[in-house]
């Protein structure tokens, strides 16, 4: 997080410098995994998942990249609490609140449309050269939902079209979980059973188990959370951090 890359990426979303927050890494991580593959410049297809006010689908339209924008039914949204709690996107109001690509650029490169991570519509099947989700699948109800969805994900996908993910990361037990509910988290043996699975279907899978040994490594934010150096945080009775993987569909 020190490095110039991220720093770079920080600045470009509107953040600012030497801010120690998970989600400024999720997002990071997103853009900079996607920037390095080729996919952020005209030409690209992509696809993001719960995309609600997170700045990455007009960063990447800045990139020249379309993208399908999608998040949930506001309906089923507001059930969830997404839309009090402002985490929720109601079409183009919400993606763009940090003026990071031109409004008609982001009409022009951008299609909302609303969807359902635990039934993803077969339409869109096998159109995109890159998807995403941001700390999206750990909301879908259960660790299995979560994993189904990143496998069903994976048939959006172009051969050979990369998804990036990050999502909620158990750093306190590898047996005891929050498994189901609005928020569960992933333990190390449920990523594993997601990299195998994945393996096992053809993809290829990068992941870094590292966990960090710098100071703000060392400081869980309690609730009620300050947000100021928030790299671990505790959820119920578990240090949480965020975990990112990296997929490349099967030629």
């Known amino acids: 997080m020190r490095s110039e890359t991220f720093q770079y990426w920080t ?9 120690m927050h998970r989600k400024i890494w999720e997002w990071a991580f997103i853009v900079q995994a996607l920037k390095e593959r080729g996919m952020l410049q005209a030409g690209q297809l992509g696809l993001g998942f719960a995309v609600g006010t997170e700045p990455l689908t007009a960063l990447f339209a800045a990139h020249g990249a379309s993208i ?4 949930l039914f506001t309906e089923e949204a507001q059930a969830k609490g997404w839309v009090e ?8 109001e919400a993606i763009n609140q940090r003026n990071l690509c031109d409004e008609k650029e982001l009409h022009r490169l951008v299609e909302f449309k609303f969807a359902d991570m635990n039934n993803i519509s077969e339409e869109l099947h096998g159109k995109f050269d890159f998807l995403w989700s941001s700390c ?10 979560g994993k189904n969805f990143v496998y069903n994900a ?18 306190s037990s590898d047996e005891d979980t929050v498994d189901s509910g609005a ?10 059973e997601i990299i195998n699975t994945l393996q096992a279907q053809g993809h290829q899978i990068a992941i870094d188990w590292d966990e960090g040994d710098g100071y703000a490594d060392g400081h869980v934010d309690l609730a009620p959370y300050i947000q100021d150096t928030h790299l671990r945080l505790q959820i119920e009775k578990y240090v949480v951090t965020s975990i990112g993987l990296i997929v490349q569909k099967a030629l």
């Open 11 to 19: 600045v470009r979303m509107g953040d600012r410098p030497g801010h």
């Open 85 to 92: 709690s402002t985490q929720h996107a109601n079409g183009f």
């Open 183 to 192: 928020t569960v988290l992933f333990r190390k043996r449920d990523i594993q």
């Open 136 to 145: 999206a699948f750990e909301h879908l109800g259960s660790i299995e939902h």
């Open 68 to 71: 399908v924008a999608t998040d």
């Open 154 to 171: 994976m048939h959006c996908l172009k051969p050979g079209g990369f998804a990036i993910h990050t999502t909620e990361f158990n750093l």
